[in-house]
């Protein structure tokens, strides 16, 4: 059974792969599908892009496929970057200007309150969608900290921690991030259904 993974972040698609661990599945990524254009990620929602990501896929490959959309939301700053998280400081995306950018809007602030927030998208074949999401809260710091991970892992503090997400690597951060937590539901919505090997959701 195979299941496309709406990425080319190689770094995403293990993570994913890593939580979701389900045998028997060949996760295929979005890179195996040069000729399918990318999905334009213009909603206003993380829900509307995931699910938009999933269905367009799932309707171009003829593949069960899981999106994710995720991204910062920071309090003081109305809960920007949100959805234009990846292209904060202007397209392409570049997390080195993404961090400047966030640390140049806080700059004196002291509500540092953030959080961290992911919708994953499961379409089957017919372009049926169901979404799961998770959420993680925290805080920014003043100055980048860590080198594992990748976007504003370095300035992002989990509640309860004293190191960055990019200071603890993939294995603890999983065990709290927005996508773990996603991505868990995922897994234990749709592992069972996934395992039948149904050309759709049942109705
Ligand atoms: P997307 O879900 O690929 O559209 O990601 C949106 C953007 O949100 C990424 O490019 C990062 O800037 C940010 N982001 C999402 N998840 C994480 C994370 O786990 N760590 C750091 N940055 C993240």
Same mark, same amino acid.
């Given at each position: ?8 972040n190689a770094k995403k698609i293990q993570e994913i792969q890593?939580?979701?661990?389900? #045998?028997?599945?060949?996760? @295929?990524?979005?890179?195996?599908? #040069? ?8 909603? &206003?929602?993380?829900?509307? /892009? ?12 003829? &593949?069960?496929? &899981?999106?994710? *959309? ?12 949100? @959805? ?10 570049n997390h080195a200007n993404n961090n400047a950018k966030l ?5 004196? =602030?002291? /509500? ?7 919708? +994953? ?15 993680? #809260? ?14 504003? *892992? ?15 690597? /993939?294995? &603890?951060? /999983? ?5 773990? =937590?996603?991505?868990? =539901? ?8 996934? +395992? ?5 959701? #049942?109705?």
């Amino acid at each position: 059974m195979k299941i496309l993974l709406a990425s080319h972040n190689a770094k995403k698609i293990q993570e994913i792969q890593e939580i979701f661990d389900l #045998p028997g599945v060949e996760w @295929v990524s979005a890179a195996a599908f #040069p000729d399918v254009p990318e999905v334009v990620e213009d909603l &206003l929602t993380f829900e509307g /892009n995931a699910t938009k990501k999933a269905r367009e896929l799932a309707l171009a490959t003829g &593949l069960w496929t &899981l999106a994710d *959309d995720s991204g910062l939301e920071v309090e003081a700053l109305h809960h920007a970057p949100g @959805v234009f998280s990846a292209r904060y400081a202007g397209e392409p995306c570049n997390h080195a200007n993404n961090n400047a950018k966030l640390l140049r809007e806080l700059a004196g =602030q002291t /509500n540092r309150a953030a959080r961290f927030r992911c919708v +994953a998208a499961l379409s089957d074949p017919t372009g049926r969608v169901e979404t799961v999401s998770g959420s993680c #809260p925290g805080r920014i710091i003043e100055e980048p900290r860590g080198t594992k991970g990748f976007g504003y *892992d370095p300035l992002f503090v989990p509640d309860g921690y004293s190191q960055t997400f990019a200071e603890m690597g /993939n294995e &603890l951060k /999983n065990k709290m991030s927005h996508r773990g =937590q996603a991505m868990r =539901q995922a897994r234990d919505r749709w592992g069972p259904l996934l +395992a039948r090997k149904l050309d759709k959701f #049942p109705t």
